[in-house]
């Protein structure tokens, strides 16, 4: 079995944006739901309507900034990835993403340090400190019976933005009997997060567990 098609769809740092790559030939022969004026040729008959010109610009500012980040944090993974075979641009991307990737993980091992400080708190997946490197720094979490929504609102009175609910995961609240209850609390960080920010989490949710 040879795939030939594959559809990229995801979001990153702001922009939705999707690729649809393949055979050039088999493309072709590929029926595309469309409007009657679109043409038949491609790239055209895959791209109804005025395309995402906010989402391709924000993909390339995208590109930029990784590139940033590779130059201001990567140096010291450049050679490692040289000897992979990365060169020019990809080096670059690969890089920044390594860099953010290695920071991510520090942030990831804080955040569950601190969540398990919480009196009462169940955090729902994954809390073995030896497979970190299996899931990123976000954690869905209860504290006892407290509504997930109080928690979410108390905590944005400190100026800590977190979601709350079953964020479209509604067959995993569901399986996990939470959906009735208001969901979960759901945070996450990222590499332009601190370590004290996190920190200062952990301390608001101890106040909020009383």
Same mark, same amino acid.
């Given at each position: 079995m040879c795939l030939v098609i594959c559809v990229l769809y995801y979001k990153f740092f702001g922009p939705h944006a999707g690729i649809l790559f393949g055979k050039h030939h088999l493309l072709e022969n590929l029926?595309? %739901?469309?409007?009657?004026?679109? /043409? ?9 309507? /005025? ?8 993909v390339l500012g995208t590109m930029e900034y990784f590139e940033w980040v590779a130059k201001e944090f990567g140096g010291e993974y450049a050679e490692g990835l040289q000897g992979e075979g990365y060169t020019g +641009?990809?080096?670059? #991307? ?14 990831? +091992?804080?955040? #569950?340090?601190?969540?398990? /400080?919480?009196? &009462? ?39 800590? %933005? ?13 399986? #996990?009997?939470?959906? &009735?209850?208001?969901?979960?609390? +759901? ?6 997060? /601190? ?6 989490? &952990? ?8």
């Amino acid at each position: 079995m040879c795939l030939v098609i594959c559809v990229l769809y995801y979001k990153f740092f702001g922009p939705h944006a999707g690729i649809l790559f393949g055979k050039h030939h088999l493309l072709e022969n590929l029926f595309a %739901y469309k409007v009657r004026p679109a /043409t038949n040729k491609l790239p055209g008959k895959f791209e109804t309507g /005025t395309q995402n010109h906010e989402g391709i610009a924000g993909v390339l500012g995208t590109m930029e900034y990784f590139e940033w980040v590779a130059k201001e944090f990567g140096g010291e993974y450049a050679e490692g990835l040289q000897g992979e075979g990365y060169t020019g +641009r990809r080096l670059e #991307l690969k890089k920044g993403m390594t860099a953010i990737r290695a920071y991510e993980f520090e942030l990831n +091992r804080a955040l #569950l340090a601190a969540l398990e /400080t919480v009196p &009462g708190l169940r955090i729902f997946g994954l809390t073995d400190n030896r497979r970190l490197d299996e899931r990123v720094a976000t954690f869905s979490f209860r504290i006892g019976d407290i509504p997930p929504r109080k928690i979410a609102e108390e905590l944005a009175k400190e100026n800590i %933005y977190v979601w709350d609910g079953h964020y479209y995961a509604i067959n995993v609240t569901e399986r #996990l009997g939470v959906e &009735g209850v208001g969901g979960m609390v +759901r945070v996450g960080a990222a590499h332009y997060n /601190t370590l004290e920010e996190i920190n200062r989490l &952990g301390e608001v949710l101890k106040k909020i567990a009383g």
